[in-house]
């Protein structure tokens, strides 16, 4: 639920509440509910789409018409940490507090110190739609001692873009979006990590990419047919030794040999580093009418997971899925 105050006069509105993030790619302009969204049937969708639905507030102001807008907002920071994290001896690190109260108590959350940031531009000539987005992030963990600790704070954030093409008007579209940066995984289908620690117990951001590009055909007026390949890569570990402990993510020292083996006991270096995915599928709007439209999906998908290399080898797995679905939307 998001509440939205626009003046259609000057072209700008302010909104905020529950609302896809500022960083998803939109299909015309920046409004709200005009997101561009993978037509997947499961609703995580795929690696290399760059979104989040989270509460926020953010302002748009168009010009020119409506075929530049610019937009900023503020958005709820949540922080994935991943790997091994080090504690100093005789401290306590914490990235994460238990859920209660109010908030869910089967999970965690990041105590970040600051809203995420995005800034974005779209540009909307004849021959398509464009972006350009960056984001800031502040990560952020404590590192305690009996009667005294520290706070810190690391700022993340990336770059990216995206583009929509009518290839054929109103029969074929292209489209392609990215995001590169440091601490950018939590904007990921593949909820890849943010950060991990280094042995001082601080902050260290992961950099990332994350790449989708799709096609889009409607070969009749009740059909749409998709395919969809995309790719989220943490493109570096950050690890260190203590002894002959490994700690950090992606650490080469972390045992692999049995990870090809179903419950074999020997594999520690789960770390994933890359996730693929390429999908093609259709919707068939079979049944229209007042009361609304019944439609038929069918998707095809294959995944592929690679974790970072380590002693032994390097774990991975390969996911082949078929869906069905039947929707009945109502007055639509």
């Not at 995001?179 to 890849?192: A, D, E, Q």
């Not at 709007?285 to 095809?300: C, E, I, K, S, V």
Request: net charge negative; aromatic share 12%; charged share 15%.
């Amino acid at each position: 639920m998001y509440g939205e105050l626009q003046d259609t006069e000057n072209d700008w509105y302010v909104a905020g509440g529950q609302m896809w993030s500022l960083a998803t790619m939109f299909k015309h302009g920046m409004d709200e509910r005009n997101e561009n969204i993978p037509l997947v049937i499961d609703a995580q969708y795929l690696p290399g789409f760059t979104w989040t639905r989270n509460t926020g507030v953010r302002a748009v102001k168009g010009f020119n018409h409506g075929e530049y807008h610019i937009g900023l907002s503020l958005e709820n920071p949540q922080s994935v940490w991943g790997g091994t994290n080090y504690a100093p001896p005789g401290s306590t690190v914490t990235v994460n507090t238990a859920g209660g109260q109010v908030n869910n108590a089967t999970t965690t959350y990041s105590d970040d110190v600051a809203p995420d940031i995005i800034l974005k531009g779209a540009a909307d000539p004849k021959f398509g739609h464009f972006e350009a987005l960056g984001m800031m992030r502040f990560l952020h963990d404590r590192v305690s001692y009996l009667g005294h600790g520290q706070s810190h704070v690391v700022v993340a954030g990336g770059g990216g873009g995206a583009m929509l093409i009518p290839i054929i008007k109103h029969k074929l579209d292209f489209q392609a979006s990215g995001l590169v940066g440091n601490g950018i995984g939590r904007y990921g289908t593949s909820n890849l990590a943010d950060a991990t620690t280094n042995r001082f117990g601080a902050p260290v951001a992961l950099p990332e990419a994350q790449v989708l590009a799709g096609l889009v055909g409607h070969p009749i007026k009740s059909m749409d047919v998709y395919a969809y390949g995309g790719m989220e890569d943490i493109l570096g570990g950050r690890s260190f030794n203590v002894g002959n402990k490994a700690y950090g993510y992606g650490n080469p020292a972390l045992i692999a040999t049995g990870c090809q083996t179903e419950m074999a006991s020997n594999c520690t270096a789960t770390n994933i580093k890359r996730v693929t995915q390429g999908t093609v599928g259709f919707w068939w709007r079979y049944l229209h009418g007042d009361y609304g439209t019944m439609q038929f999906g069918m998707q095809y998908s294959y995944t592929n997971v690679r974790a970072f290399a380590g002693v032994g080898g390097t774990a991975h797995t390969d996911d082949n899925m078929v869906f069905l679905s039947m929707r009945y939307m109502p007055f639509q």
